[in-house]
């Protein structure tokens, strides 16, 4: 699984047909990134951004593999946004997929 710090400015990746299929969005690939650096209690804000698919972002517990939640379009636009405040408890992890079946790119 991927690492990413809630201290990182940006992180680039890409969806490709080698990523393992969502578990929550059939026909869907994703990469999952586990939340690290988290001070809990103190608002955290994801961005999911491409050119190439519909952005697709959710927010998993790590734990239970339950969706806590998720973005499709944010503000109008095709790309994805979450801000959360984290909890005591519950490891975080933001998986990255897209709204359409098969969808690839950075």
């Known amino acids: 699984m991927n690492v990413i710090s809630t201290k990182n400015d940006t992180l680039a990746g890409a969806l490709s047909i080698e990523?393992?299929?969502?578990?929550?969005?059939?026909g869907s690939f994703s990469d999952d990134y586990?939340?690290?650096d988290i001070i809990y209690g103190e608002p955290v804000v994801i961005n999911l951004i491409s050119e190439d698919f519909d952005a697709y972002l959710q927010l998993v517990d790590?734990?239970?593999g339950e969706v806590i939640i998720q973005n499709d379009d944010f503000s109008g636009s095709l790309n994805s946004q979450i801000i959360f405040t984290p909890v005591g408890e519950i490891n975080y992890i933001a998986r990255v997929t897209?709204?359409?079946?098969q969808?690839?790119?950075d």
């Open 19 to 26: 990523d393992l299929d969502n578990p929550t969005r059939i």
């Open 34 to 36: 586990e939340l690290i």
């Open 62 to 64: 790590a734990d239970t």
């Open 98 to 101: 897209s709204f359409d079946s």
């Open 103 to 105: 969808a690839t790119g």
